[in-house]
């Protein structure tokens, strides 16, 4: 379970999340929705501590983000995002993005990552791109790609940053069945989206961000 508790952020004197609280399930989806600057990116750096809070709290699973102030490790492996540019390595294939990161960590050695990265490619139906680069794929494809990257490390919590923009209606349905395929695992995911449709596709909670608050 993700909890948020009573979270604040400001940027000089410009209060961008003011006493942010809510809880997430395990399996649930969470849609947040807003305009633009209402703070829903700052609120998701801040719980996957790509930000520091000012105040409040952010425990998964009873583990709390920070551990003397600094990022805890523990915390971190319970958190995926998959970005809104996906950020894959274009000089790296599909293989080579999924199990840079648990390599380099030592969290596994290459033939166990890679054992599990084809596990992965073969629950989303893209094991034969594996040896493929980025530029080789379709949008649906690379977004494939980046969620397998980001499933990788077993995440409790796994974040998307506007998954559906500039996709057309069958790439968005694609993505909406993606995302119930993943919670179904009791993987939790949360959705930064603009996309009202999109949100309506899943089987999801909503919340609306505005001026830093929870409306």
Same mark, same amino acid.
Do not use: W
């Given at each position: 379970?993700?909890?948020?508790?009573?979270?604040?952020?400001?940027?000089?004197?410009?209060?961008?999340?003011?006493? +942010?609280?809510?809880?997430?399930?395990?399996?649930?989806?969470? !849609?947040?929705?807003?305009?633009?600057?209402?703070?829903?990116?700052?609120?998701?750096? !801040?719980? !996957?501590?790509?930000?520091?809070?000012?105040?409040? %709290?952010?425990?998964?699973?009873?583990?709390?983000?920070?551990?003397?102030?600094?990022?805890?490790?523990?915390?971190?492996?319970?958190?995926?995002?998959?970005?809104?540019?996906?950020?894959?390595?274009?000089?790296?294939?599909?293989?080579?993005?999924?199990?840079?990161?648990?390599? $380099?960590?030592?969290?596994?050695?290459?033939?166990?990552?890679?054992?599990?990265?084809?596990?992965?490619?073969?629950?989303?139906? +893209?094991?034969?791109?594996?040896?493929?680069?980025? $530029?080789?794929?379709?949008?649906?494809?690379?977004?494939?790609?980046?969620?397998?990257?980001? &499933?990788?490390? $077993?995440?409790?919590?796994?974040?998307?940053?506007?998954?559906?923009?500039?996709?057309?209606?069958?790439?968005?349905?694609?993505?909406?069945?993606?995302?119930?395929?993943?919670?179904?695992?009791?993987?939790?995911?949360?959705? +930064?989206?603009?996309?009202?449709?999109? &949100?309506?596709?899943?089987?999801?909670? %909503?919340?609306?961000?505005?001026?830093?608050?929870?409306?």
């Amino acid at each position: 379970m993700l909890k948020v508790t009573n979270l604040y952020k400001s940027f000089g004197d410009k209060t961008v999340l003011n006493n +942010i609280s809510f809880e997430l399930g395990k399996g649930e989806i969470l !849609c947040l929705r807003g305009k633009s600057g209402a703070g829903k990116t700052t609120l998701i750096r !801040c719980i !996957c501590n790509l930000d520091k809070a000012d105040k409040g %709290t952010v425990t998964i699973d009873g583990v709390e983000s920070l551990e003397n102030g600094k990022p805890n490790k523990a915390y971190q492996d319970k958190v995926g995002m998959v970005s809104q540019g996906l950020d894959l390595f274009p000089n790296l294939t599909v293989m080579e993005n999924i199990t840079l990161a648990p390599v $380099s960590r030592k969290l596994m050695d290459k033939r166990q990552a890679e054992q599990k990265a084809l596990e992965i490619l073969k629950a989303l139906e +893209i094991e034969d791109k594996a040896g493929s680069y980025p $530029s080789q794929l379709s949008g649906g494809e690379k977004q494939r790609a980046a969620v397998a990257r980001a &499933c990788i490390l $077993s995440p409790s919590v796994l974040f998307f940053d506007e998954p559906t923009s500039a996709l057309d209606i069958d790439s968005t349905q694609d993505v909406a069945k993606l995302i119930e395929e993943i919670a179904a695992n009791d993987i939790s995911v949360v959705i +930064i989206t603009h996309d009202e449709p999109f &949100c309506n596709m899943l089987k999801a909670r %909503t919340i609306l961000v505005k001026d830093g608050k929870i409306e």
